[in-house]
């Protein structure tokens, strides 16, 4: 089974409305790492965020991690017409060397 | 640098054919993953090497599927023979060390589709 669930499947905002969007793990993990995909494309890195963090910020985006509760969010403020794709949560399994992703939220952002 | 590089962007063809999708990795990254995308299964890791040798294979679907990495810049998987259901959007990524610690880079990805 996935070891990343997402929660919603789908997101549908207004520009400049925030999104948010959650994601459940099963094992111990020493990150969890939040990837965007674009329509017909690969996926892209957004940020990591470690095991011994809470919050971590970058630009736009706000990710947090609660290992007790082993969820974490990824928050989008502000958003715009071209922040809408498809977004992965992604963990190392077990603190291997395997990344295992979610089924992601796809977000549409109407300008 | 030009990133991950995979070929064919796209192939059809018929099911019982043998079908080679390619990827070219990041030049001096150790590792290298395959996944697969479909929409019933998501992602799903498939295989990842670490210099050059297969460490995980147990999400490989079945002996149908086969993977190579014959020296660190280039990989292939291999379908022998490919049916319907293994239609889905194949992505190669390599990470500049083990994944638990850095970012995959991504492949634009083979898009296969299996008639």
């Known amino acids: 089974s996935q070891q990343g669930e997402e929660d919603p499947q789908a997101l549908s905002i207004q520009e400049g409305e925030n999104a948010t969007m959650n994601c459940s793990y099963k094992t111990s993990i020493n990150n969890l790492q939040w990837y965007r995909q674009n329509s017909g494309r690969g996926l892209v890195h957004l940020i990591l965020?470690?095991?011994?963090?809470r919050e971590k910020h970058s630009g736009r985006l706000r990710v947090t991690l609660d290992t007790s509760k082993k969820s974490s969010s990824l928050l989008i403020t502000a958003s715009r017409a071209a922040d809408t794709a498809s977004y992965f949560c992604?963990?190392?399994?077990?603190?291997?060397?395997?990344?295992?992703f979610g089924q992601g939220t796809e977000l549409s952002v109407k300008p | 640098d030009a990133g991950v590089i995979q070929s064919p962007r796209h192939e059809v063809t018929e099911m019982g054919q043998e079908v080679t999708l390619r990827c070219k990795p990041i030049?001096?990254?150790?590792?290298l993953f395959w996944y697969r995308q479909t929409m019933m299964r998501g992602l799903e890791l498939l295989i990842y090497?670490?210099?050059?040798?297969?460490?995980?294979d147990s999400g490989m679907p079945e002996d149908r599927f086969s993977a190579k990495m014959p020296n660190a810049s280039f990989s292939t998987l291999k379908i022998q023979p490919s049916e319907p259901r293994d239609s889905a959007v194949y992505f190669c990524a390599s990470p500049k060390v083990a994944a638990n610690t850095g970012e995959l880079f991504f492949g634009e990805g083979s898009r296969l589709t299996v008639l």
């Open positions: 090497f670490n210099n050059n040798v297969p460490i995980d």
């Open positions: 992604a963990t190392d399994y077990n603190q291997g060397g395997k990344l295992i």
């Open positions: 030049s001096g990254h150790d590792y």
């Open positions: 965020i470690r095991s011994n963090e």
